[in-house]
T-cell receptor
């Protein structure tokens, strides 16, 4: 059973400083990896999807995937107070149903 | 373009009362459909998935049931709500697993 863990649980950064979030998973055969953002238990906003080892950039959001280390990270460049939210890592497994396994999230607070 | 619609947006229900949450996908035939649940402050958990009409698989037991009466419709229900059913419910669909599309969710408060 795939397990997804995120760290830190919460992170406070100053506006403009780089924010780095981490996600580890237990099964390296996973198909793809996503980072979502969730404001106050509302719907999910997909930020970055990454399928291969290396780096994927979407605007100010960059994901790094290292399957060998069972690790995927998210870096947020020049964060703004409006980026304050819960960030969720999700790992996709094709077990016949394309199951998404979520981590418990990192609460990011960006101080002005 | 494909759209996903969840209803209702929010519900306040009494313990022991019935519940029905709905999800409709337009513009895509034969999608894989999913129900997710998130307790307040908790992790998003997949509850059910459906690959085809009439077939639903349970992933987590929460005294809830799901049905897929039509290709584009996914229903989550129970006859008797528990306090522990409170939380945020999300419907999602995918066809390839490459992109997963989520609805805007339903906030359920059981009192």
């Amino acid at each position: 059973q795939q397990k997804v863990q995120q760290s830190p649980e919460s992170l406070t950064v100053s506006e403009g400083a780089m924010a780095s979030l981490n996600c580890t998973f237990s099964d390296g055969t996973s198909n793809n990896f996503r980072w979502y953002r969730q404001h106050s238990a509302k719907g999910l906003e997909v930020l970055v999807s990454i399928f291969s080892d290396g780096e994927k950039e979407e605007g100010r959001f960059t994901a790094h995937l290292n399957r060998a280390n069972l690790h995927v990270s998210l870096h947020i460049r020049e964060p703004q107070p409006s980026d304050s939210a819960v960030y969720l890592c999700a790992v996709s497994m094709n077990s016949g149903s394309w199951q998404l396994i979520f981590g418990s999230g990192t609460q990011l607070t960006v101080m002005p | 373009a494909q759209t996903i619609h969840q209803w209702p947006v929010a519900e306040i229900k009494a313990v022991g009362s019935p519940l029905s949450l709905g999800c409709t996908i337009k513009g895509k035939s034969s999608p894989n459909l999913y129900w997710y649940w998130q307790a307040t402050g908790g992790t998003l958990q997949q509850l059910f998935y459906s690959i085809t009409v009439g077939q639903v698989e349970s992933v987590v037991q929460l005294n809830l049931s799901a049905s897929r009466p039509k290709d584009d419709q996914f229903i989550l229900s129970t006859e008797k709500l528990l306090l522990s059913h409170s939380g945020f419910y999300l419907c999602a669909w995918t066809s390839t697993g490459v992109e997963v599309f989520f609805g805007k969710g339903t906030r359920l408060t059981v009192v």
